[in-house]
């Protein structure tokens, strides 16, 4: 059984899949870390990142090299990621990396290793899965859809806090970002068909858990 969370940038996504997860038991698959991580390991070893990214044989020896050195936890926390044996975490959010994500996550054959990977750490498993195609493209058989939204001010100043990051400068990131996530031709951020869409500009991370339990008791679950 899977429940997907979409929307854009710092929609609180990560927050209420998390909340969700513990209510329910599930699992948290946080599918921005998989092309976070494919991001920061191609500017960590390759100096000419951006030709790799033309170069579907050389992308997929790229990975095929960095998999064995790979450990993916999908926790009730979230999904912990380990390369050769170090937890990433900060390094997924080095400005540099926030900056090419949404560059490296519209190349297709970049989406068709990821999602691989995705489908087979979901099976059999009871999950709550979030991104921008959760409900669209990898999960289209889901449970429960939902889509968030939140108005682009709302959505910086919440990034800024937790980072503690400059207002300004996050604005910028999560507009260029939602800008090339929403306009790439590969699994465009979208409103995923029968997904149910909260706007959290207004409302708590467990305010919004509220709307999504009440759309699981619609629905017999
Ligand atoms: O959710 P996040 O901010 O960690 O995601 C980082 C980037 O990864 C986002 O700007 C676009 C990309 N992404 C994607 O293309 N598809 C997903 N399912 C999740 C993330």
Redesign the pocket.
């Known amino acids: 059984m899977i429940v997907t969370i979409?929307g854009p940038?710092?929609s609180g996504?990560?927050t209420v899949a998390k909340l969700l997860a513990k209510e329910l038991g599930f699992l948290v698959l946080?599918?921005?870390?998989?092309?976070?991580l494919f991001?920061y390991l191609l500017l960590k070893s390759e100096k000419e990142w951006r030709a790799l990214l033309t170069d579907e044989e050389r992308l997929k020896a790229f990975w095929k090299r960095i998999l064995p050195e790979l450990k993916i936890k999908v926790k009730k926390e979230g999904t912990a990621v380990y390369f050769r044996g170090e937890l990433l975490e900060k390094e997924?959010r080095l400005p540099e990396v926030?900056e090419a994500?949404?560059i490296?996550?519209?190349v297709e054959a970049v989406?068709k290793l990821?999602n691989s990977l995705?489908r087979e750490l979901s099976k059999d498993k009871k999950l709550v899965a979030?991104?921008?195609?959760?409900g669209s493209?990898?999960f289209p058989e889901a449970t429960l859809k939902i889509f968030l939204t939140a108005d682009e001010k709302v959505r910086a100043e919440r990034r800024a806090k937790d980072e503690g990051r400059p207002f300004e400068k996050v604005a910028e990131n999560i507009k260029k970002?939602?800008k090339?996530?929403s306009t790439?031709k590969t699994?465009p951020?979208t409103i995923p068909e029968g997904a149910i869409v909260i706007d959290t500009t207004s409302l708590s991370p467990e305010e919004v858990l509220k709307v999504v339990i009440k759309e699981l008791h619609k629905r017999g679950l």
């Open positions: 979409d940038a710092s996504k990560t946080e599918s921005g870390k998989f092309y976070r991001t997924l926030e994500v949404s490296v996550a519209k989406r990821v995705l979030e991104g921008r195609d959760m493209v990898v970002r939602d090339i996530d790439r699994a951020l």
